[in-house]
Structure formats: C-alpha cells, structure tokens
C-alpha cells in the first residue's frame, strides 16, 4: 500500500463513527477539479507512511476508534488493498472505501470476503459516455466506462451502506444533469460543492454553485 496521507481521527467520514483515515498515492482518472492533485500527479507525489505506523497508532486507540477510512487517489489500484484491510478487520474495526469505480473486480473480491462496511462511489457526471469522459480528462475508454457502470450496480446489490456523490462544478454540470443523478441514485446520493482553490488542473473553466443554487438541488 502506498499510503501519502493520515489523518488520525475524523468524525465525518464515516457518518455516525469515529474513523481514522488513510489516504492512498496514485489515480487513473484526471479530474480537472481534483482537490487532492498531491495524490493524483505523480510529479507531485511526496514521502510515503510506513504502514507499520497506521497499524501503530489504530493498535494504540483502537478503543477510542471505530472505523478506518481508505480514500484517495484511487485506493483500488493498490494491490496491497485486501491484505490492508484484513489487518483492519483483525483490530475489529469497520472500513469505509472511497473508489471512482473504475475497477469492479477489486470491489467484487472484497464484498466476496466480507471486508467492507460502508462504500462511497465518485460519481462524476451523468451516466453518458462523452459527458464523463470530459469530467476525468479525456482518459475515458467504453471497457472503463463500463467498469464504472457494472461498479454501480455492485454497489446497489451489496447490501452495504452506501453513498454516490458528485462534486459540481458550473460550466461541468448544468442544474439538469444533478436533477437526473439525484433521480438516478435517490436518498443515495449527495452533491459536494467545487473549491477552486486547490485543483489538478488549474487552467480548467467552471466555478462553483451559489449557496443558493445548491439549496435547489437538495
């Protein structure tokens, strides 16, 4: 597991717990609006955490936590992945993955074992080729695009929690195309506001909604 970031404790991850979260190095979508370029932009990849110092700290308070949260980048792309979360179920705490959903695969073996609680899918436009290929940068191909669908529907039939969410940008998304996700996923899905401050690409057009405009997606 290439792990870049640790945050010992969080409250809103994983709702209703007390996780703490890993953040993986590495992703194979191009999000232009990416607020974590550090992870994405091998150019901008900084040291690694030695494993053995998550394990340290979740076996020290693992009395105090009830859950991990793996994130990213693409946690997904890590082959270490099964064997992470296994050493996490040892401590007998929950797990919560953040995927783009681009590789069913890996998210069929671990529902096959039991290793997740909670799943949270990046959803990143309307379910129409070209309109997410434009929003992962122009690296989308049909056997992707359809690795992210078949991860939808696994998602929907695991019997897990889960949550779908987009990050909407205006110039990206028109008020039209969220009203069609939120019909799509219902009480499943959430929408999280664009920062421009901090992007993969910042040559990218789009700005965010209004505190208004959000409130009519809602």
């Known amino acids: 597991m290439k792990i870049a970031g640790f945050k010992k404790q969080s409250l809103i991850d994983f709702p209703g717990h007390i996780s703490t979260v890993v953040f993986t190095q590495g992703c194979n979508f191009r999000c232009g609006f990416c607020h974590n370029p550090d992870l994405v932009l091998p150019r901008k990849f900084g040291p690694l955490y030695d494993q053995q110092e998550v394990f340290s700290y979740l076996k020290r308070f693992q009395h105090l936590l009830d859950a991990v949260c793996i994130t990213g980048g693409e946690p997904t792309l890590q082959p270490g992945l099964p064997a992470f979360i296994r050493r996490i179920k040892e401590l007998d705490l929950k797990v919560k993955l953040d995927s783009n959903g681009s590789r069913p695969e890996v998210l069929s073996a ?8 909670f799943i949270a899918m990046d959803i990143k436009h309307i379910l129409n080729f070209d309109y997410y290929n434009l929003a992962v940068g122009n690296i989308l191909n049909q056997q992707l695009f359809e690795n992210i669908l078949r991860s939808v529907r696994l998602i929907e039939d695991s019997g897990l929690e889960y949550t779908f969410r987009t990050t ?18 219902g ?27 959000l409130q009519q997606f809602l």
């Open 110 to 117: 671990l529902l096959k074992e039991n290793l997740l609680d």
């Open 187 to 213: 009480n499943h899905y959430k929408i999280q506001p664009f920062n421009p401050e901090v992007v993969l690409d910042p040559d990218m057009k789009g700005e965010p909604f209004s505190e208004t405009e």
């Open 168 to 185: 909407v940008i205006k110039g990206l998304h028109h008020p039209e195309h969220i009203r069609q996700l939120r019909k799509r996923f």
